[in-house]
């Protein structure tokens, strides 16, 4: 388990976001600072995690879509001001965006590892429209110049219930994996944060109840078995408080 507590700490770091920022504003000295951060980017702009926008010195790096990305900055902590800090951007942002947000009943063809890890990898928010998962998922025992190829065979979903009437005001969502070799044995666990854009979902489920409360995302999950006929498979579900 010791990887999955350096995973949580890295993924925690990320998403610390404007915290980190805003606690630096008072040091003294060297000013120079770096940190890799998840931020939108969305009408021109940079929102990033934790509230604040990122005002880019540099052009060269900016994302050409709208969506969440995370990539490396370099800043002054002293020009924080007005929930607003300037930054280079010192690498090619990353997407994180998932665009399977799917209604209906279906279900992947193997078991999900875990939800949520302790607390730490867990679904969050990142504003009202956008979530991001941690998707903890079996793959198979290969080395590092195999891996993304691996990888490449999982496709994650997002899925929402066909009727979105819920009297609770709970939004119920599935992630879940679907692999193009369900049959090969898998051993390891890996994970990715993979961010989801709810809004359309969000608007259907308020008009449908007047109110959203909470969003619940559930995964079916194994820490022993991808196989989803094993007995050790169980449903799990993580709450997140919609405000």
Same mark, same amino acid.
């Given at each position: 388990?010791?990887?999955?507590?350096?995973?949580?700490?890295?993924?925690?770091?990320?998403?610390?976001?404007?915290?980190?920022?805003?606690?630096?504003?008072?040091?003294?000295?060297?000013?120079?600072?770096?940190?890799?951060?998840?931020?939108?980017?969305?009408?021109?702009?940079?929102?990033?995690?934790?509230?604040?926008?990122?005002?880019?010195?540099?052009?060269?790096?900016?994302?050409?879509?709208?969506?969440?990305?995370?990539?490396?900055?370099?800043?002054?902590?002293?020009?924080?001001? =007005?929930?607003?800090? %300037?930054? +280079?951007?010192? $690498?090619?942002?990353?997407?994180?965006? @998932?665009?399977?947000?799917?209604?209906?009943?279906?279900?992947?063809?193997?078991?999900?590892?875990?939800?949520?890890?302790?607390?730490?990898?867990?679904?969050?928010?990142?504003?009202?429209?956008?979530?991001?998962?941690?998707?903890?998922?079996?793959?198979?025992?290969?080395?590092?110049?195999?891996?993304?190829?691996?990888?490449?065979?999982?496709?994650?979903?997002?899925?929402?219930?066909?009727?979105?009437?819920?009297?609770?005001?709970?939004?119920?969502?599935?992630?879940?994996?679907?692999?193009? =070799?369900?049959?090969? %044995?898998? +051993?390891?666990? $890996?994970?990715?944060?993979?961010?989801? @854009?709810?809004?359309?979902?969000?608007?259907?489920?308020?008009?449908?109840?007047?109110?959203?409360?909470?969003?619940?995302?559930?995964?079916?999950?194994?820490?022993?078995?991808?196989?989803?006929?094993?007995?050790?498979?169980?449903?799990?579900?993580?709450?997140?408080?919609?405000?």
């Amino acid at each position: 388990m010791k990887q999955f507590k350096m995973m949580a700490l890295a993924a925690m770091t990320l998403l610390m976001g404007m915290t980190m920022a805003s606690c630096l504003g008072s040091s003294e000295g060297d000013n120079k600072a770096t940190q890799n951060v998840i931020a939108l980017y969305e009408n021109g702009t940079l929102e990033q995690f934790g509230g604040g926008t990122l005002i880019p010195k540099n052009s060269n790096y900016m994302p050409s879509t709208p969506g969440i990305y995370t990539f490396g900055i370099e800043y002054d902590p002293t020009t924080w001001k =007005d929930n607003k800090l %300037e930054v +280079t951007i010192t $690498s090619t942002p990353i997407s994180m965006m @998932n665009n399977n947000v799917v209604q209906g009943e279906n279900k992947g063809n193997v078991n999900m590892y875990d939800l949520n890890y302790q607390d730490e990898l867990t679904p969050v928010m990142f504003n009202a429209d956008y979530i991001l998962v941690p998707v903890i998922f079996w793959v198979e025992n290969v080395n590092a110049d195999a891996m993304p190829k691996e990888e490449a065979k999982h496709h994650f979903y997002l899925q929402a219930p066909s009727d979105l009437h819920n009297e609770e005001g709970i939004l119920e969502l599935t992630i879940y994996d679907v692999v193009d =070799d369900p049959e090969v %044995e898998r +051993t390891k666990s $890996s994970y990715i944060y993979q961010a989801f @854009n709810l809004h359309h979902i969000i608007e259907g489920f308020k008009a449908a109840n007047g109110t959203l409360k909470k969003i619940r995302v559930s995964a079916m999950v194994n820490r022993v078995s991808n196989d989803p006929t094993h007995g050790n498979t169980v449903k799990e579900a993580y709450d997140i408080d919609y405000k």
